[in-house]
């Protein structure tokens, strides 16, 4: 089956610029994630969707970031304007219904630069 | 609140030799862990997972783990390095109640470097 596609791969900007980040999960999965991965450290939950409902975005940056999950498929995840911390890796995975014990499968990431 | 904590960032190993990267975790519940790995510029990949079956959880590419509630840890192991187990680990475990279900509290990682 096929894994979960994140794009772009790699994005270098400037500060104050915007950005966006693209996620298709595997397909029949309910429960969407993003993660922040900075560099040295373990990835950090941004976002979490059920279907197209937010679970939890305790996390998330609102005055900066914001995510939306159109029709419970697709994800995207935007910046605007992006800061120099916020550079990362931006990891989406995906699972089957969220439960505690089910496996979250992961993108590749997207790797993004801000200077 | 769930946690893990990692100790070692970088773990070298002769290839051969036994790997033991070690996690221990924080949790108001019974808890579900999980390791992952990483190799360069990919995402993750599960190794394992413990979701309270069997304390011993044996896993992909020959690693498992053990989940010791008495010492809140669920250390990885592998007998014998393979120049291929180069890369980072993650250990990791599950929120279990509310808007926290499901979504995975990750340590810091541990950066495994095999010599020939």
């Known amino acids: 089956e096929a894994g979960v596609a994140q794009s772009p791969r790699y994005k270098i900007i400037e500060k104050r610029q915007s950005v966006a980040f693209w996620c298709n999960p595997i397909?029949?999965?309910?429960?969407l994630y993003w993660y922040q991965q900075i560099l040295g450290q373990g990835p950090k939950l941004l976002i979490q969707?059920?279907?197209?409902?937010?679970?939890?975005d305790s996390q998330l940056p609102k005055d900066r970031f914001s995510a939306e999950r159109l029709k419970g498929v697709d994800s995207t995840l935007k910046i605007q304007p992006a800061k120099l911390e916020d550079s990362a890796v931006y990891l989406c995975?995906?699972?089957?219904?969220?439960?505690?014990?089910?496996?979250?499968?992961f993108g590749q990431g997207t790797r993004l630069t801000v200077v | 609140a769930q946690s893990v904590t990692q100790l070692g960032s970088h773990v070298s190993v002769s290839e051969g030799a036994l790997v033991l990267l070690r996690c221990n975790y924080s949790?108001?519940?019974?808890?579900?862990l999980f390791w992952y790995v990483q190799y360069p510029n990919q995402g993750l990949q599960l190794l394992l997972k413990?979701?309270?079956?069997?304390?011993l959880v044996k896993g992909i590419n020959g690693f498992e783990a053990e989940f010791k509630k008495s010492e809140t840890s669920f250390h990885l192991t592998k007998p014998s390095a393979h120049m291929s187990d180069a890369a980072e680990y993650f250990c990791?475990?599950?929120?279990?109640?509310?808007?926290?279900?499901?979504?995975?509290?990750f340590g810091r990682g541990t950066q495994l470097t095999v010599w020939p």
């Open positions: 995975a995906s699972s089957l219904d969220g439960a505690e014990n089910t496996e979250a499968f």
């Open positions: 397909s029949g999965h309910a429960t």
């Open positions: 969707f059920q279907n197209n409902g937010v679970v939890d």
């Open positions: 949790s108001s519940v019974p808890p579900y």
């Open positions: 413990y979701t309270s079956a069997a304390t």
């Open positions: 990791a475990v599950s929120g279990a109640r509310g808007s926290t279900l499901g979504r995975l509290y």
